[in-house]
């Protein structure tokens, strides 16, 4: 399984696409450092200027920058993420790679698992060098506590997955990447609309049954918005808050991937 996984992020992080995703990352760190400023002295607390705005206290002003850069990037990196991620899990099923791993011996879940794996990995770590640099200087200038982001990179990354379960059971059903990345997109867009219901689909329908498939649909799809809300709160105040989005959105990644794993047995190469 190791080495099925190995060769399969060898193969993500040497695309082209992985290559600018990196070159994204990092500029994003940069432009992140260039306007956050850290001024102290040994007689004074340090303080933290962001742009234009008057300098705070390092205390208050920390948590708010980190939360800033979540939420500023956190839709950048999904979606681009997805980009790089959706053509590894269809590429599964080009002729030539068929030829070369299927007939081997090799289980086909754990072939697919670890191409799925390695594009998870790929979105963990161009979250973690566009984040971490930031968020160390800050810690290493001002003795500010800023480990909660490698809590948020966890419950990000957790959200990522549940989308790419999606994109790997669409990419068994339908030839090309168009599909594969549409659908994990659509999902995430349609997260927040779920997630203010109430001031979205209801004020469009007044039936109650199409409320209900609505509620219904909020229920099974995956909480992508309130696992962002989770990271936030968790970086202001150390509270993840209610855990039923983690469950509901785990639960439902667990059944796409075992549909998707289902049909890739019994599909006909």
């Not at 940069?30 to 340090?46: C, D, E, L, T, Y």
């Not at 200027?49 to 208050?60: D, N, Y």
């Not at 968020?135 to 982001?149: C, D, E």
């Not at 994109?167 to 549409?182: F, M, N, Y």
Request: hydrophobic share 55%; glycine share 6%.
């Amino acid at each position: 399984m190791f080495a099925t996984y190995s060769n399969a992020l060898h193969e993500c992080f040497s695309r082209r696409v992985a290559l600018v995703l990196f070159g994204v990352a990092i500029l994003v760190a940069i432009g992140f450092n260039a306007i956050v400023h850290v001024r102290g002295s040994a007689q004074f607390a340090p303080t933290v200027l962001v742009g234009t705005q008057p300098s705070a206290p390092a205390a208050i002003v920390v948590p708010s920058v980190i939360e800033s850069e979540l939420r500023a990037t956190g839709t950048l990196w999904i979606l681009l993420a997805i980009f790089a991620a959706a053509p590894l899990l269809t590429a599964t099923l080009e002729k030539g790679w068929l030829e070369m791993t299927f007939s081997k011996g090799i289980a086909r879940w754990r072939i697919f698992a670890a191409r799925l794996l390695a594009g998870v990995t790929l979105y963990s770590f161009i979250f973690a060098l566009a984040a971490f640099p930031l968020a160390t200087r800050l810690w290493w200038t001002t003795r500010v506590p800023t480990w909660q982001i490698g809590v948020a990179l966890l419950v990000e990354t957790f959200s990522f997955a549940a989308l790419l379960t999606v994109a790997s059971l669409v990419s068994l059903s339908q030839r090309g990447v168009a599909v594969a990345i549409i659908a994990p997109v659509a999902l995430w867009i349609l997260s927040p609309l779920l997630a203010e219901r109430e001031r979205t689909f209801y004020q469009l329908f007044s039936s109650h049954f199409v409320r209900g498939i609505v509620d219904w649909a909020y229920r099974i799809l995956p909480k992508c918005t309130e696992l962002e809300n989770a990271c936030v709160s968790f970086i202001q105040s150390g509270s993840i808050g209610p855990w039923w989005p983690f469950w509901s959105t785990g639960l439902f990644a667990s059944v796409i991937l075992g549909l998707a794993f289902w049909q890739l047995a019994r599909k006909s190469f």
